[in-house]
């Protein structure tokens, strides 16, 4: 079967990684193949033979005439072709004229891509030196880590945005990061195509002059920008005789800007980055703080107070500094921009400085080179007026689109209205505390801002940290026994994902009141004076019956029940209801109400992170419905507790150590037939635990729907953003070997043996502890058990125990404990 033909630009792709590996490339590897791309370019559009038919000498003729199209705005960085590049110009024109490559010169963009690709290797070895702990950015090192260039249906996105009624014969363009001009030559393009024939030259020798303005610190890619220009008006009939210039290319020193390059405010008069302009278009750098130099980090929050976390950030600023009155800006940038609460007072300052005209949300993988990379884009577009008409911002959400560039024509022309929402700027102001919540529903966004709020009913309260957790925290089956509620206490850490309940496998030193806990604290800590309780707190909460969630969970809020007797930690904050002892359903019904679908999908559209804070708990809104609705939910969430504590007996052998009742261990004839049992019991309990999650989801969706007295065409349409926007996530069936590997293990815990062997003993397994070398009692299994492992999992009972098993045990018990298998010989 012939193997299937790469697409032309992976097939490209290829050819240039291979090229950059090779040993022997040449000094003027990068210089040969960008005028060979050049050349290419003019002949694909009918210009071949604009600078003669040998490509060595072509290749001359054309580098001469860009030092003269760059005249004195910036030296040209490639180099001139030579004699010695002629094989590698050769072979470049070979792999041209195979005629597949044909559909990637319809601009020349195809210039800056190239470069991208041929450079993969300094990006990665950049990315490396970046990440050193002095973090020391370099001129080389930024350049190849920035150098990302923009996907063309990104460019006309928003080009088409900001300069459809824009007048060709005046507008004024700037990208002051513009790489190798992608924005710029579209820009250029696009303005030529409205100027009419009559007014062509004029316009054409107007924008390059000082209209069409880009600014970038990479001299290689500003130098293909220049050719790019060139070649553009070279396509549209115009030559250097013409009298065309490019007269508004800048490029910046970090040096002398103090590594701000573009961002820096204080270029003098007559540089392009002096000016204003009616259009800034921009593709930003990407870094984030991890990643930059002390110097850098305080000379961006001097600068760039409230969006110094991220170079893209501050460029933003800046971009609106440099717009006109009645100016656009159009960027492509990180999505966290509109969704991280590090980025509130940035779109504070939009929203009350600017009018936002539109924001598409496009998730991850945008740039083709950057798969490996979870860069999550958004495309603003942002115009320098006070909106006094009260618009509404329109966003557009292609985040789950296999074919985005398609996904966004069709919803910015208004043929997939599903993907547009309208969003009025004092909803978006009023709920951002977090990001933008623009999928929230009308109804919706009535309920968060007018219901009552979880902290009008419950207190909700930070939990301990203690500042050392290695000293002062342990596992319960780490301690002596006698030290339990003396030395060691039971401590409540967050758990991610659960719901309902959560076995406390861990222990926190409060001897003495924590004693020990606060000198460390008052000792890391001296500016406290003493006042540990900044750090400790909450102390008077602690040991009190309520519930917690987890700080930190990629599904959604997580809220389980809080035993009384439990210090609670920082990752797991409490609720405490404030009625609970007059109102015996409440705390149960709070329970239920919380972990409705409805309120988690709300609660990620207020915080799309994955950290919940205190804060994001209490502005939550809670409305109570009727007394028998208020049963049911109670009732159906003390049943999910029931059920999820079944779950955790087991698949969670680890709770065993608590030595609550085992009501897993049903027969103890066999550990085939007790794991038969089990397995039932299993299923039973994920199906009890399912139909009561959808009961309560029912009950509190009603609840909230007669509350608010929403129409029948508003319930339809929060149910529509239930079904598609994030929602709770039910209990997942553990695999066969896992769910094995931890009844074994719990049976070990439990010290169970079984005791009728009719086929003999296979294996002997025990748990040793590694600092007594105390034993577990010996659990066996014999031929009737492992037959059933091999029917439940498929896997040899071998690969079971010394695979799946051991490597949780390790896992589990965290190296406290060694798993011996003895196996018998038959």
Same mark, same amino acid.
């Given at each position: 079967?012939?193997?299937?033909?790469?697409?032309?630009?992976?097939?490209?792709?290829?050819?240039?990684?291979?090229?950059?590996?090779?040993?022997?490339?040449?000094?003027?590897?990068?210089?040969?193949?960008?005028?060979?791309?050049?050349?290419?370019?003019?002949?694909?559009?009918?210009?071949?033979?604009?600078?003669?038919?040998?490509?060595?000498?072509?290749?001359?003729?054309?580098?001469?005439?860009?030092?003269?199209?760059?005249?004195?705005?910036?030296? *040209?960085?490639?180099?001139?072709?030579?004699?010695?590049?002629?094989?590698?110009?050769?072979?470049?024109?070979?792999?041209?004229?195979?005629?597949?490559?044909?559909?990637?010169?319809?601009?020349?963009?195809?210039?800056?891509?190239?470069?991208?690709?041929?450079?993969?290797?300094?990006?990665?070895? $950049?990315?490396?030196?970046?990440?050193?702990?002095?973090?020391?950015?370099?001129?080389?090192?930024?350049?190849?880590?920035?150098?990302?260039?923009?996907?063309?249906?990104?460019?006309?996105?928003?080009?088409?945005?900001?300069?459809?009624?824009?007048?060709?014969?005046?507008?004024?363009?700037?990208?002051?990061?513009?790489?190798?001009?992608?924005?710029?030559?579209?820009?250029?393009?696009?303005?030529?195509?409205?100027?009419?024939?009559?007014?062509?030259?004029?316009?054409?020798?107007?924008?390059?002059?000082?209209?069409?303005?880009?600014?970038?610190?990479?001299?290689?890619?500003?130098?293909?920008?220049?050719?790019?220009?060139?070649?553009?008006?070279?396509?549209?009939?115009?030559?250097?005789?013409?009298?065309?210039?490019?007269?508004?290319?800048?490029?910046?020193?970090?040096?002398?800007?103090?590594?701000?390059?573009?961002?820096?405010?204080?270029?003098?008069?007559?540089?392009?980055?002096?000016?204003?302009?009616?259009?800034?278009?921009?593709?930003?750098?990407?870094?984030?703080?991890?990643?930059?130099?002390?110097?850098?980090?305080?000379?961006?929050?001097?600068?760039?107070?409230?969006?110094?976390?991220?170079?893209?950030?501050?460029?933003?600023?800046?971009?609106?500094?440099?717009?006109?009155?009645?100016?656009?800006?159009?960027? *492509?940038?990180?999505?966290? *921009?509109?969704?991280?609460?590090?980025?509130?007072?940035?779109?504070?300052?939009?929203?009350?400085?600017?009018?936002?005209?539109?924001?598409?949300?496009?998730?991850?993988?945008?740039?083709?080179?950057?798969?490996?990379?979870?860069?999550?884009?958004?495309?603003?577009?942002?115009?320098?007026?006070?909106?006094?008409?009260?618009?509404?911002?329109?966003?557009?959400?292609?985040?789950?689109?296999?074919?985005?560039?398609?996904?966004?024509?069709?919803?910015?022309?208004?043929?997939?209205?599903?993907?547009?929402?309208?969003?009025?700027?004092?909803?978006?102001?009023?709920?951002?505390?977090?990001?933008?919540?623009?999928?929230?529903?009308?109804?919706?966004?009535?309920?968060?801002?007018?219901?009552?709020?979880?902290?009008?009913?419950?207190?909700?309260?930070?939990?301990?940290?203690?500042?050392?957790?290695?000293?002062?925290?342990?596992?319960?089956?780490?301690?002596?026994?006698?030290?339990?509620?003396?030395?060691?206490?039971?401590?409540?850490?967050?758990?991610?994902?659960?719901?309902?309940?959560?076995?406390?496998?861990?222990?926190?030193?409060?001897?003495?009141?924590?004693?020990?806990?606060?000198?460390?604290?008052?000792?890391?800590?001296?500016?406290?004076?003493?006042?540990?309780?900044?750090?400790?707190?909450?102390?008077?909460?602690?040991?009190?019956?309520?519930?917690?969630?987890?700080?930190?969970?990629?599904?959604?809020?997580?809220?389980?029940?809080?035993?009384?007797?439990?210090?609670?930690?920082? $990752?797991?904050?409490?609720?405490?209801?404030?009625?609970?002892?007059?109102?015996?359903?409440?705390?149960?019904?709070?329970?239920?109400?919380?972990?409705?679908?409805?309120?988690?999908?709300?609660?990620?559209?207020?915080?799309?992170?994955?950290?919940?804070?205190?804060?994001?708990?209490?502005?939550?809104?809670?409305?109570?419905?009727?007394?028998?609705?208020?049963?049911?939910?109670?009732?159906?969430?003390?049943?999910?507790?029931?059920?999820?504590?079944?779950?955790?007996?087991?698949?969670?052998?680890?709770?065993?150590?608590?030595?609550?009742?085992?009501?897993?261990?049903?027969?103890?004839?066999?550990?085939?037939?007790?794991?038969?049992?089990?397995?039932?019991?299993?299923?039973?309990?994920?199906?009890?635990?399912?139909?009561?999650?959808?009961?309560?989801?029912?009950?509190?969706?009603?609840?909230?729907?007669?509350?608010?007295?929403?129409?029948?065409?508003?319930?339809?349409?929060?149910?529509?953003?239930?079904?598609?926007?994030?929602?709770?996530?039910?209990?997942?069936?553990?695999?066969?070997?896992?769910?094995?590997?931890?009844?074994?293990?719990?049976?070990?815990?439990?010290?169970?043996?079984?005791?009728?062997?009719?086929?003999?003993?296979?294996?002997?397994?025990?748990?040793?502890?590694?600092?007594?070398?105390?034993?577990?009692?010996?659990?066996?299994?014999?031929?009737?058990?492992?037959?059933?492992?091999?029917?439940?999992?498929?896997?040899?009972?071998?690969?079971?125990?010394?695979?799946?098993?051991?490597?949780?045990?390790?896992?589990?018990?965290?190296?406290?404990?060694?798993?011996?298998?003895?196996?018998?010989?038959?």
């Amino acid at each position: 079967m012939p193997s299937r033909a790469l697409p032309p630009i992976k097939s490209w792709q290829r050819f240039l990684k291979e090229l950059a590996l090779r040993p022997d490339s040449p000094a003027g590897t990068l210089s040969g193949l960008v005028f060979s791309l050049a050349l290419e370019y003019l002949k694909v559009h009918g210009l071949g033979s604009l600078y003669g038919e040998d490509p060595l000498e072509a290749s001359k003729r054309l580098h001469h005439s860009l030092g003269l199209f760059a005249g004195e705005s910036f030296p *040209i960085s490639l180099a001139e072709p030579q004699s010695s590049d002629r094989d590698l110009l050769d072979s470049l024109r070979q792999r041209l004229d195979q005629g597949d490559l044909a559909s990637l010169f319809e601009t020349p963009a195809i210039l800056g891509d190239s470069l991208e690709s041929l450079q993969q290797n300094e990006r990665r070895e $950049s990315l490396k030196t970046i990440q050193k702990a002095d973090k020391s950015l370099g001129l080389s090192e930024l350049v190849a880590f920035t150098r990302v260039y923009t996907p063309s249906f990104v460019v006309d996105y928003l080009i088409d945005r900001t300069l459809a009624h824009r007048d060709p014969l005046s507008v004024s363009v700037l990208d002051p990061a513009c790489g190798s001009g992608h924005f710029l030559v579209a820009a250029l393009d696009a303005l030529l195509k409205k100027t009419d024939s009559n007014s062509l030259k004029k316009n054409l020798t107007g924008l390059l002059s000082e209209r069409i303005a880009g600014a970038d610190i990479d001299a290689d890619a500003l130098s293909i920008t220049a050719l790019s220009l060139l070649l553009c008006a070279n396509r549209h009939g115009f030559a250097l005789e013409d009298g065309i210039r490019a007269g508004a290319l800048q490029l910046v020193d970090l040096e002398s800007t103090g590594m701000l390059g573009s961002l820096y405010r204080g270029f003098p008069d007559g540089c392009p980055l002096s000016r204003t302009y009616d259009v800034v278009l921009t593709n930003p750098p990407y870094i984030g703080r991890k990643l930059m130099s002390r110097s850098l980090k305080a000379r961006l929050k001097e600068e760039f107070a409230g969006a110094h976390s991220d170079l893209s950030a501050a460029f933003i600023y800046r971009c609106l500094d440099m717009l006109s009155e009645g100016g656009s800006l159009g960027a *492509i940038t990180q999505a966290s *921009i509109i969704s991280l609460p590090t980025y509130r007072k940035l779109r504070r300052h939009l929203l009350s400085e600017f009018s936002i005209e539109s924001v598409v949300d496009a998730g991850p993988g945008l740039f083709p080179l950057r798969s490996g990379e979870k860069i999550n884009s958004a495309l603003l577009i942002i115009k320098r007026e006070k909106d006094k008409t009260e618009r509404p911002v329109e966003f557009i959400d292609i985040r789950d689109a296999r074919d985005r560039p398609a996904a966004l024509a069709r919803a910015a022309s208004g043929r997939d209205p599903e993907r547009v929402f309208l969003v009025g700027k004092k909803d978006l102001d009023s709920l951002d505390t977090k990001g933008f919540a623009y999928r929230l529903p009308a109804e919706m966004l009535e309920f968060t801002g007018t219901a009552g709020k979880l902290d009008e009913i419950s207190e909700i309260r930070q939990g301990l940290a203690t500042t050392d957790n290695s000293r002062f925290v342990r596992n319960i089956w780490e301690v002596d026994s006698r030290d339990l509620n003396r030395i060691w206490f039971p401590y409540a850490k967050g758990t991610g994902q659960d719901r309902w309940y959560s076995p406390v496998l861990h222990v926190v030193d409060w001897q003495n009141q924590g004693e020990r806990i606060k000198q460390s604290v008052a000792t890391r800590y001296p500016y406290l004076g003493g006042k540990v309780n900044w750090v400790v707190k909450n102390e008077s909460f602690y040991f009190r019956e309520g519930l917690c969630f987890s700080f930190v969970n990629s599904r959604g809020i997580a809220v389980r029940k809080l035993p009384p007797g439990c210090i609670f930690d920082v $990752s797991a904050s409490a609720i405490f209801c404030r009625n609970r002892d007059d109102d015996e359903n409440q705390e149960d019904y709070l329970i239920g109400y919380l972990n409705s679908s409805i309120m988690v999908a709300l609660l990620r559209s207020l915080n799309p992170t994955i950290n919940y804070q205190v804060g994001d708990l209490r502005r939550l809104p809670v409305v109570e419905g009727d007394p028998k609705q208020r049963l049911t939910v109670a009732e159906s969430a003390r049943a999910c507790i029931e059920a999820r504590k079944e779950l955790v007996l087991l698949t969670v052998p680890e709770s065993h150590f608590l030595k609550e009742p085992v009501s897993g261990n049903l027969n103890n004839n066999s550990f085939a037939e007790s794991a038969r049992q089990r397995r039932v019991r299993l299923d039973q309990s994920l199906e009890k635990l399912r139909h009561n999650e959808n009961k309560i989801d029912n009950t509190v969706f009603a609840i909230i729907e007669k509350n608010r007295n929403w129409s029948p065409e508003g319930a339809a349409r929060v149910k529509s953003w239930l079904a598609t926007g994030v929602s709770r996530k039910g209990e997942a069936t553990p695999a066969p070997e896992d769910f094995i590997s931890g009844l074994l293990l719990a049976d070990l815990v439990d010290g169970v043996g079984y005791k009728n062997k009719k086929s003999g003993t296979r294996y002997r397994l025990a748990l040793i502890k590694k600092d007594s070398g105390e034993s577990s009692p010996i659990l066996e299994l014999d031929e009737r058990d492992c037959s059933y492992i091999r029917e439940l999992t498929g896997k040899s009972p071998e690969a079971v125990l010394k695979g799946t098993m051991k490597a949780r045990t390790n896992k589990t018990f965290k190296q406290g404990f060694e798993l011996l298998i003895k196996e018998e010989s038959r």
